[in-house]
């Protein structure tokens, strides 16, 4: 049998492109993109279009194709995980809208999780050491979260201005706590569970009563468990994937008896979605509200506006991009009378959240940022609504930068407004 290496009898001036046949993967013990999802990409290019930083750069290395070439590089031992190759993670939003175009179903998200588990390592003494607070020990807290709330208005006036720009004011309620059980309005539907969340309970708790009251006024009887705990999707796009993994089987455990979880964050039900690849066994069945709501159907109607208002609906990338959801929400803001929905030019482009991306790469973020506020003022709309607390920070600071007086909220704020009506 013929055991030459493979490639050996190219001819001269051409090189064989893909492993050596010694090689030994460059990753670090622990957590790295697999062979399998490193081999699903063709490399055909059709995601580079829809990547928000290669359309912005123009560079190769700033595409999903670029850095799954870096990525595979890593992996076939020809680079390491330096400097550079976490440059070309670190630029990445996570936005996954790439994997929503790839013809290859390449999880990219996964990938990427997976390759920033890499590279910290490599992260200077101080940003590990706020990344490790911020993502491993103060998010998965109840406790530590509460108190950096309740201090946040204190540290307010020594923030750099981008930051203090994207913290709302106020966020009201700080003792205040989501009551256990609400029992439904009318013929009980059946029983769903909310993910309160960390960033959305503390700034956003309005959305989170307001998503209790539409699911109550349509039959659903409202459980919200004590022993939920953060998402973990911040920790997990950023490479924390043992912190993420310890929220996910919390959570797992928190939401076992129950039929559906019901999620108003879409950042946070995207990954909650996918905790079964995370940690064997601890799927749950995640739903996003408006999705809901939109599948199972109203009890009635859905109400009215007390005034004609046009509504801008932005779509955050994990509805869109991550669970596929377009129509739903359009489909009940449409339901809701006085209320005139217009589309954002270039809808799908991304707003530059991206978690706590905008405060790592505050370059990048600030532009998609500014692209997104323009586009949504340039609809006239007095509302935009936007289904992810991190979308609504971004929209909040990049539409007051602007000088623009529409009002950010969630959609299922506005069903909530016209159907108590
Ligand atoms: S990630 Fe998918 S779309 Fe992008 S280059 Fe690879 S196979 Fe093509
Ligand atoms: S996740 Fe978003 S930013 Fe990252 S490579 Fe894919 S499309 Fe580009």
Redesign the pocket.
Same mark, same amino acid.
Not at 64 to 89: C, N
Not at 151 to 171: N, Y
Not at 309 to 327: E, K, M, N, S
């Given at each position: 049998m013929d055991t030459k290496p493979l490639g050996a009898d190219l001819p001269d001036g051409v090189r064989f492109i893909g492993p050596e046949v010694d090689w030994e993967p460059g990753w670090a013990p622990g957590d790295a993109p697999s062979l399998a999802d490193l081999n699903a990409c063709v490399a055909c290019g059709l995601?580079l279009p829809?990547?928000?930083? +290669?359309r912005l750069t123009g560079e190769e290395s700033?595409?999903?194709r670029g850095?799954i070439t870096a990525m595979r590089a890593v992996q076939e031992g020809r680079a390491a995980t330096d400097e550079t190759f976490a440059r070309f993670m670190d630029? %990445?939003?996570?936005?996954?809208? %790439?994997?929503d175009v790839c013809p290859s179903h390449v999880p990219?998200?996964r990938m990427?999780e997976a390759a920033r588990t890499q590279i910290e390592p490599l992260r200077p003494r101080r940003a590990r050491f706020l990344r490790r607070l911020g993502l491993d020990l103060v998010l998965p807290s109840k406790k530590l979260t509460w108190v950096a709330g309740a201090l946040t208005p204190l540290a307010r006036p020594f923030m750099p201005r981008r930051i203090r720009a994207l913290i709302p004011r106020g966020g009201g309620e700080p003792f205040a706590r989501l009551p256990r059980v609400t029992e439904p309005h009318g013929q009980l539907r059946g029983t769903v569970a909310l993910l309160s969340g960390c960033v959305q309970d503390r700034w956003f708790r309005r959305v989170n009563r307001a998503t209790i009251r539409v699911l109550a006024r349509n039959g659903w009887r409202v459980v919200v468990p004590r022993r939920q705990v953060c998402c973990g999707a911040l920790a997990a796009h950023n490479g924390h994937l043992r912190a993420a993994r310890r929220l996910a089987k919390k959570n797992a455990a928190a939401f076992a008896e129950v039929d559906v979880v019901v999620a108003n964050a879409a950042g946070g039900g995207a990954h909650m979605a996918e905790y079964g690849d995370l940690v064997e066994g601890a799927g749950l069945p995640v739903r996003d509200v408006m999705e809901f709501l939109h599948g199972e159907g109203l009890a009635g109607d859905a109400g009215s506006l007390p005034a004609l208002t046009r509504v801008a609906y932005h779509d955050p %990338?994990h509805a869109l991009r991550a669970q596929g959801i377009h129509h739903q929400p359009r489909g009940l803001l449409r339901a809701i009378g006085n209320l005139e929905l217009v589309e954002i030019p270039n809808g799908d482009r +991304?707003c530059g959240a991206a978690g706590i991306y905008n405060v790592t790469e505050p370059e990048m973020s600030g532009r998609l940022m500014r692209e997104k506020a323009e586009a949504v003022a340039s609809t006239g709309a007095a509302v935009v609504a936007s289904g992810n607390p991190g979308c609504t920070m971004q929209l909040l600071a990049g539409l007051g930068e602007l000088g623009a007086t529409m009002r950010v909220v969630h959609p299922v704020e506005l069903l909530d407004r016209a159907m108590a009506r």
């Amino acid at each position: 049998m013929d055991t030459k290496p493979l490639g050996a009898d190219l001819p001269d001036g051409v090189r064989f492109i893909g492993p050596e046949v010694d090689w030994e993967p460059g990753w670090a013990p622990g957590d790295a993109p697999s062979l399998a999802d490193l081999n699903a990409c063709v490399a055909c290019g059709l995601c580079l279009p829809h990547c928000p930083t +290669y359309r912005l750069t123009g560079e190769e290395s700033a595409s999903p194709r670029g850095r799954i070439t870096a990525m595979r590089a890593v992996q076939e031992g020809r680079a390491a995980t330096d400097e550079t190759f976490a440059r070309f993670m670190d630029l %990445c939003l996570v936005c996954r809208a %790439c994997e929503d175009v790839c013809p290859s179903h390449v999880p990219f998200g996964r990938m990427m999780e997976a390759a920033r588990t890499q590279i910290e390592p490599l992260r200077p003494r101080r940003a590990r050491f706020l990344r490790r607070l911020g993502l491993d020990l103060v998010l998965p807290s109840k406790k530590l979260t509460w108190v950096a709330g309740a201090l946040t208005p204190l540290a307010r006036p020594f923030m750099p201005r981008r930051i203090r720009a994207l913290i709302p004011r106020g966020g009201g309620e700080p003792f205040a706590r989501l009551p256990r059980v609400t029992e439904p309005h009318g013929q009980l539907r059946g029983t769903v569970a909310l993910l309160s969340g960390c960033v959305q309970d503390r700034w956003f708790r309005r959305v989170n009563r307001a998503t209790i009251r539409v699911l109550a006024r349509n039959g659903w009887r409202v459980v919200v468990p004590r022993r939920q705990v953060c998402c973990g999707a911040l920790a997990a796009h950023n490479g924390h994937l043992r912190a993420a993994r310890r929220l996910a089987k919390k959570n797992a455990a928190a939401f076992a008896e129950v039929d559906v979880v019901v999620a108003n964050a879409a950042g946070g039900g995207a990954h909650m979605a996918e905790y079964g690849d995370l940690v064997e066994g601890a799927g749950l069945p995640v739903r996003d509200v408006m999705e809901f709501l939109h599948g199972e159907g109203l009890a009635g109607d859905a109400g009215s506006l007390p005034a004609l208002t046009r509504v801008a609906y932005h779509d955050p %990338c994990h509805a869109l991009r991550a669970q596929g959801i377009h129509h739903q929400p359009r489909g009940l803001l449409r339901a809701i009378g006085n209320l005139e929905l217009v589309e954002i030019p270039n809808g799908d482009r +991304y707003c530059g959240a991206a978690g706590i991306y905008n405060v790592t790469e505050p370059e990048m973020s600030g532009r998609l940022m500014r692209e997104k506020a323009e586009a949504v003022a340039s609809t006239g709309a007095a509302v935009v609504a936007s289904g992810n607390p991190g979308c609504t920070m971004q929209l909040l600071a990049g539409l007051g930068e602007l000088g623009a007086t529409m009002r950010v909220v969630h959609p299922v704020e506005l069903l909530d407004r016209a159907m108590a009506r």
